[in-house]
């Protein structure tokens, strides 16, 4: 699984991000993404709490304006719907909406419901999970890879809809066990890259979360590359949904080139492959300064 120095992996990233971005399927996928409001922090808290594994939130009209309803005996979601001036609360879909055209004097309870709740008309996708098999036993030696980082492995079956995570705190990657096993090795190949470049530490001062998410998808799509996965129906979407469209996205991927770059090198070599790859994906040598990597 030698790597092809006339193969920039980073650039065909970019343009597979180009060219969903000038898709219908991702025009459908951004009217869709429009109809979801952005809850405020107190709200977020509050979903949470109740349903720690919801991942899109909207009220009861807003679901039946996508052609889906809720299904009989689901319990909703609580939340805080401002109650504007003359005793009018805009929607309950969306808390602070028209707030600008009024006065907030009080706050009302409104019920929501996540996407797990209703059923109807399928909802675009940009993202879709890879299925197959893992190729040569690539999650185990991947775990390896990430033991010896100091990042324990551990499959769940608590995370929800969520393919896996990275708790800090406790140095801790959970997968979801019920993903398919060439998903359970894209999701932990981007776990480690979070773990590599996203800890208190060494986390750029001023970095966003779709930036964080644009690395590490970035670093799982090169490793995938080298194992002989193609993540590409997956990594596209994910990398477009975070960073926008494909010029914004093709921006930041060449602005964290050299993180990425650095970050699957390490993976790679400690899983026995020998890779040089930068950005123009000819051979290099490390940054020893990178403090990403200390």
Known sequence: MATNPKTDVLE?????????TNSDQWMQWLDIQRR??????????????????????????????????????EKGIAIL?????????????????????????????????????????????????LTGS???????SLTAVAN???????????????????QFELNRIRINESVDAAQAVKSLAHEIGHGILHGPEVRPADATR??????AESVAY????????DSSQYSFGYVAGWAGGGEAASKLISSSAQRINLAA???LTEFGIDTALDRNGTASTPVSHEPVLA
Not at 134 to 140: R, V
Not at 210 to 215: A, D, F, Q
Not at 222 to 229: F, I, T
């Open 210 to 215: 779709g930036l964080l998410e644009l690395e």
């Open 81 to 129: 719907a401002p109650i504007i001036y003359r005793n009018k609360v805009d929607s309950e879909d969306a808390e602070t909406e028209g707030i600008g055209h009024g006065i907030v004097t009080a706050f009302r309870p409104a019920y929501v419901f996540d996407v797990s709740q209703t059923d109807g008309e399928p909802l675009p996708e940009v993202t879709h999970r």
């Open 265 to 267: 090198r390490k993976i």
């Open 36 to 73: 979801f409001h952005a809850y405020s922090w107190g709200n977020c808290l509050l979903i949470a709490l109740q349903r720690p594994d919801a991942t899109r939130i909207a009220g009861y009209r807003r679901w039946q304006e996508m052609g889906r309803h809720v299904l009989k005996g």
């Open 12 to 20: 065909r990233l970019r343009e597979g991000v180009t060219n969903l």
């Open 222 to 229: 090169v490793v995938c590359s080298e194992l002989g996965l």
């Open 148 to 166: 010896s980082f100091g990042f324990d492995v551990e499959l769940s079956d608590s995370l929800g809809r969520k393919n896996g995570d990275f």
């Open 134 to 140: 893992d190729p040569d036993g690539a999650f185990q």
